[in-house]
């Protein structure tokens, strides 16, 4: 008889476990003859050394596929555990890009959305330009955590310019924090809908993922990162550039932003515009062009951007 301790790590163990531990139990059916006890993230595996050695092997892909479809239903476990297989069996999901909480799959719904994610695998720094409602940035956000999850890249970089329809950070109430989140929420809200909120809130604590306003971009540089500007037709034509030259090697970059909503100073030219007229032909860099036709939002939301164009 041996005894081992087996740390669960990467994935919230609850996950794995199940409420009352029902998951580990039905685990444990395809093990009799060993002994499982669970605290925490910890396994206790009494037994004979060759079933425990199995067993690892059967948790391992278990907690891989849970960090790669964020998801173990019964069935999952069943599939899994009679496969001979040593690694994940992955199915084509067609447009999908990422799994997404509770298992829900991410995907590019619309032509245009395919051509960003198309060109985002094709070119290390793509424009994606379009009205409110088309998923671009909802796509991008999806794109980079694909990319980490792939070990394509060490780290995801968000950031927007801190400009919103007139408002003045000064007037606003709290610390600077407090001042910034509000701007930032949206990146929080699609990276909440595609990592489990434990493991984004480690992320977020170990740097892995950086949410930051466009003025902490200032004088570094962006190695082996998926990097994201949004909103950036309210950036200058000077933070654009300060932006756009923070690329270090092995580092993607998308810029995302709404050429019909700008919210600058009558007097300043948008960077987002200046950077498309100028950059369109540079080999490397895409431009992607979304449409009312690809808004994805309340079916209202395209009889408004339409009525505000013709206006």
Do not use: C, W
């Not at 278990?62 to 199915?91: D, H, Q, R, V």
């Not at 809200?189 to 984004?200: A, F, Q, V, W, Y």
Request: hydrophobic share 40%; glycine share 8%; no cysteine.
């Amino acid at each position: 008889m041996q005894e081992k301790i087996i740390e669960i790590t990467g994935i919230s163990p609850m996950d794995l476990f199940g409420v009352n531990d029902q998951k580990l139990k039905l685990i444990g059916n395809y093990f009799p003859k060993l002994k499982l006890i669970a605290r925490g993230n910890i396994i206790k595996v009494i037994g004979d050394p060759a079933l425990i050695e199995e067993f690892e092997k059967k948790l391992s892909l278990l907690t891989a596929y849970i960090g790669e479809f964020n998801s173990l239903t019964e069935n999952n476990i069943e599939t899994l555990m009679l496969k001979e297989t040593e690694s994940i069996p992955f199915k084509d999901f067609g447009d999908t890009i990422v799994h997404g909480v509770r298992g829900n799959l991410i995907k590019a719904r619309t032509a245009n959305q395919r051509k960003l994610v198309k060109a985002s695998v094709e070119n290390d720094m793509v424009f994606a330009i379009g009205p409110a409602g088309t998923g671009k940035t909802y796509t991008a956000v999806a794109l980079a955590v694909r990319a980490l999850k792939n070990k394509e890249v060490r780290r995801i970089v968000l950031t927007r310019p801190a400009v919103e329809a007139g408002e003045n950070l000064g007037f606003l109430p709290g610390d600077l924090k407090e001042k910034l989140d509000p701007y930032l929420q949206p990146l929080y809200d699609g990276l909440r809908d595609m990592i489990p909120t434990e493991k984004l809130l480690e992320y977020v604590e170990n740097g892995v993922i950086e949410i930051a306003p466009l003025a902490f971009m200032r004088g570094r540089t962006l190695d082996n990162a998926f990097v994201i500007l949004d909103e950036a037709q309210n950036t200058t034509v000077n933070q654009m550039k300060m932006f756009l030259t923070r690329m270090g090697r092995h580092a993607k970059f998308v810029i995302t932003g709404d050429h019909t909503q700008i919210d600058l100073p009558k007097n300043q030219k948008s960077g987002l515009t200046y950077a498309v007229d100028r950059l369109e032909s540079v080999e490397g860099i895409d431009i992607v062009k979304l449409t009312t036709s690809d808004v994805i939002r309340h079916h209202l939301v395209k009889k408004i951007i339409d009525a505000f164009q013709e206006d």
